[in-house]
């Protein structure tokens, strides 16, 4: 790669001299016209740029990925995705609204400033700042206090047992650095605040960020400092956001890239057979499912009593979904088949409810004759065609399914930008949804947005009327419930309700493809963060 | 001609009116931002909260007369993605374009013309049915078929070309150019290729029309009757007759593909103001949508002002009007 220097604007013949002996110096040092993929260096490419460096200034998954790779947070997650110790080494429950975090020492940021007690409150003020984008991911603390110089107190504003799952995801940064280029304030879309973090970073992590081009890349160098042992080989990271599907592949194929995240689904097979390229596929964190509604009438028949209200109709709608064959088919056996509304790897799973009810046609008809609807009924099934994988094969493979058993659906699929806030409004009958629990990777999630009762705090992303009062009580209830086993009992009776009572229809997780080089070696997460400092790349 | 003028400003003005007004009306459209800004698992609360910094609480009119209010003085508002200023935003996108743009532009110029003469001059050649025939597909393929088969021949299987982005830039302090490396210049040549091609047919077909026309006219036959070279007849005599129309088009053109790089921008990942533009419809990022938007009208309205006055001076017959 040519460095060349940045230059000053000059005037009149200066400058042209100065383009002159670019031009030279560029020609001098020619590079063969595919030049070889460097040692040790990651090239990787998605389809999304980050949407800024500041980690306060968004809420986007992707972006979160991306920064980690410069920042650490308190706690981090672990190749198994347990959280383990990072820039504090331990901590204690003082009382319960007062958490005691004992940070390490020897730290240092990439431009060298100490770590200390210092930076953690100021990043935490930042981070509850009311102009924070992201300030709902730690929505529990109110406060932060310095104990000493490797000692913080966090303030909460009640017993909260999920403060480490959220402290995973917010990213340490530098006091001093901060204050040098005024950015203790969080650049914020609301309020047009960009500040100098938005496009440069400072962090504690396992690579420095050397330079980014917004839309073109970010390249980022090993950071020799860094306080863990290394488990990479890695010299560079460079990412580059490659927007068109066909041109992200051809970057992979050409030798660009040495990795695309994600690949498109119609590509894996050829890339696959490409010789000295390979595809990494698992089931990710997100789980895609069927929402219901549980109003008085169905938008689809006005009028007439909702017949999902019976749990008979919504047993013989989930058992009228032939699932293997949505996986064998369309999802071309690389998903994992659900029944609940979590992935096996977030807390709150038990493989003993994670059983679907089985395709049975006779059944389904049975079940729905005996609530009342033997001639079946007529709903609305609506899906985005842009969000998650194959979503518009899915729901028309459903809408046919449900057809033999003589549910007449009204298939509605349309863009994301258009389909979620419709579906936000309550729009919709039967839609699909996903799912993946993150940041915190808790099922507490699931019980707070989507299964209790809407009543403004609670039940954010449930509109459709859906009320369990067992289901609202141990939400409260697991809350606040610092004794992990009571905690994790309770969001499993949540979803062992859910499942009996037939309250979503799960679907699916869906999977997550990386293709790339066969020299490459990249360990990968069903929370789809690249993580390249657990990468082994070979010459 | 103070007259002229002042018509010509007054249609332009009532025009911006009409592109503003549809711009913001257009974003009632393209889908709720709230729902692309917010985290999953949000509260009602939060939302709502979002809602109203952005001011998309406000009635429908208040919110359109503060938005022409933004226009006018100058300020397009914040990006919703980037929380950028959007007119810094698509300024820091311009060079990426702009020099896309030239370059294509001068591609096209410099092959669409010789061809378009050795097209009229032998217009029963095998060369020239070829070209004529080839062009012909050029013109009629979607650009992003044209791109991805470039891709395909100079990035995957030959290997001599990047497939993707600017390559390593030089930055001027106001301006990031890739013409000073040589990735850079060769990150250049597909895209480049790629816009050019309609532009480059166009004039082509142009050029050999007009061509044909003018070396039917008596001055050239005189010419020949007077036995002049012919190098000078087709070079000196004919071409420049020909090339009148040639330069109008080219200039409407430098604004249409200023406009619409949008898909070869998007093909082949290249930082400008067009995939900045695609970028923000799946967000949906309002505010540089609506940016880009005048952004447009406003450079062919300029566009066509400029080449209303210029013929005016060109055609005295046209400034009694």
Partial sequence: MQNFPTYAYKSGRARVKTYMKTLLAGLAVLAPLSAPAFAETLRWAASGDVISYDPNAQVDSFTQSVQHIVFDPLVRRNKELKLEPALATSWEIIEPTRWRFKLREGVTFHEGQPFNADDVVATIERQIDPGARNRENLSAVTGVEKVDDHTVDLILRGPYPLLLNDLAAIYILSKPWMEEHDALKPGNTATGVVTYASNHANGTGAFKLKSYEPDSRSVFEVNKDWWDKPEHNLTEVEFRPIASDATRVAALLSGEVDMVVPVPLQDVDRIAATDGLKVVENPSLRTIMLALNFKKELHAAPGVANPMLDVKVRQALWHAIDLNTIQKRLMRGKSRVAAMLVAPAVTGHDEAIDVPLDYDIDKAKALLAEAGYPDGFKTGLSCSNDRYIADEQICLAISSMWAKIGVQVDLSVESKTTYFPRMDNGELDVYMLGWASLPPMDGFSVLQALLATNDGTYGGSNPNGLSDPRIDALARSAAIELDEAKRVDMLKEAFRITHDEALFIPLHQQPVAWAMSDKVDIPQFPDEYVRPWFAQVKK | ?321
């Fill in chain 2, 1 to 321: 001609m103070l007259r002229l003028l002042s018509v010509r400003l007054f249609q332009a003005i009532l025009v911006m009116v009409a592109v503003t007004a549809i711009a913001f009306v257009m974003f009632r459209f393209v889908g709720d931002p709230v729902a692309a800004m917010v985290r999953e698992g949000a509260t009602q609360a939060e939302k709502e909260a979002l809602r109203m910094a952005l001011g998309l609480d406000k009635p429908i009119l208040t919110q359109f007369v503060d938005f022409v209010g933004q226009v006018l003085t100058g300020d397009l508002g914040t990006s919703f993605r980037y929380q950028q200023p959007v007119v810094s935003l698509l300024m820091s996108r311009l060079p990426a374009t702009l020099e896309l743009v030239i370059v294509a532009t001068v591609l096209a110029l410099a092959v669409g013309i010789p061809l378009g003469v050795l097209c009229a001059l032998k217009p029963n050649s095998v060369f020239s049915r070829l070209t004529q025939a080839t062009t012909l597909v050029g013109i009629s393929m979607p650009t992003f078929v044209t791109g991805l088969l470039l891709i395909l021949v100079f990035a995957v299987n030959l290997r001599w070309l990047p497939s993707s982005g600017r390559g390593d830039l030089v930055d001027l302090g106001f301006w990031q150019t890739g013409f000073l490396s040589l990735s850079g210049l060769k990150s250049l040549i597909l895209p480049s290729i790629t816009l050019a091609l309609f532009q480059l047919t166009l004039i082509m077909r142009l050029v050999r029309s007009e061509m044909i026309d003018v070396l039917s006219s008596d001055y050239i036959r005189f010419a020949f009757a007077r036995g002049l070279p012919r190098a000078h007849i087709y070079g000196r005599l004919a071409l420049r007759n020909a090339l009148m129309p040639v330069v109008t088009v080219t200039g409407l053109q430098i604004g249409q593909l200023i406009a619409f790089a949008i898909v070869t921008e998007t093909v082949f990942q290249w930082p400008g103001m067009g995939l900045l533009f695609t970028n923000a419809v799946g967000y949906p990022d309002v505010p540089v949508l609506a940016a880009y938007l005048l952004f447009v009208g406003f450079l062919f309205v300029m566009i066509n002002m400029a080449v209303d006055i210029l013929y005016t001076f060109i055609d005295p017959r046209l400034r009694t009007r």
